[in-house]
């Protein structure tokens, strides 16, 4: 069974920087996309970042570029998104999300990935 657990979201001040992580298990990392995907309230659900773990390539969102930054440990079965900047726009619930088919990270689309983490709240304040 495909599980992913995020984890590290808070409340930050506008300007500063938060962690968060994604710990997955039930299938073979090495050959799935992760991506990390928020929802505000009143806003549908919209893709931040992706990685391929078979090649390390990695995908941003135009909103996110330069400030967020995605990698994996493979060897942890971990993602990470570091954001830094975070500006108020950026508070939403944040979720993780695996497909098996490398394409998703393209896209980014929603329905493309197959399997979803609960998520993790982030909260910015002005």
């Known amino acids: 069974e495909v599980q992913l657990v995020e984890s590290g979201g808070g409340l930050v001040q506008a300007g500063g920087s938060l962690r968060l992580s994604c710990a997955a298990s039930?299938?073979?990392?090495?050959?799935?996309?992760i991506g990390w995907f928020r929802q505000a309230p009143g806003k549908e659900r919209e893709g931040v970042s992706c990685?391929?773990?078979?090649?390390?390539?990695?995908y941003y969102a135009d909103s996110v570029k330069g400030r967020f930054s995605i990698s994996s440990d493979n060897a942890k079965n971990t993602v990470y998104l570091q954001m830094n900047s975070l500006k108020p726009d950026d508070a939403a619930v944040y979720s993780c999300?695996?497909?098996?088919?490398?394409?998703?990270?393209?896209?980014?689309?929603?329905?493309?990935?197959?399997?979803w983490g609960r998520g993790t709240q982030v909260t910015v304040s002005s």
């Open positions: 039930g299938f073979t990392f090495d050959d799935y996309a």
């Open positions: 990685i391929n773990s078979s090649d390390g390539s990695t």
């Open positions: 999300a695996a497909d098996r088919l490398n394409f998703v990270c393209a896209t980014m689309e929603p329905g493309d990935f197959g399997s």
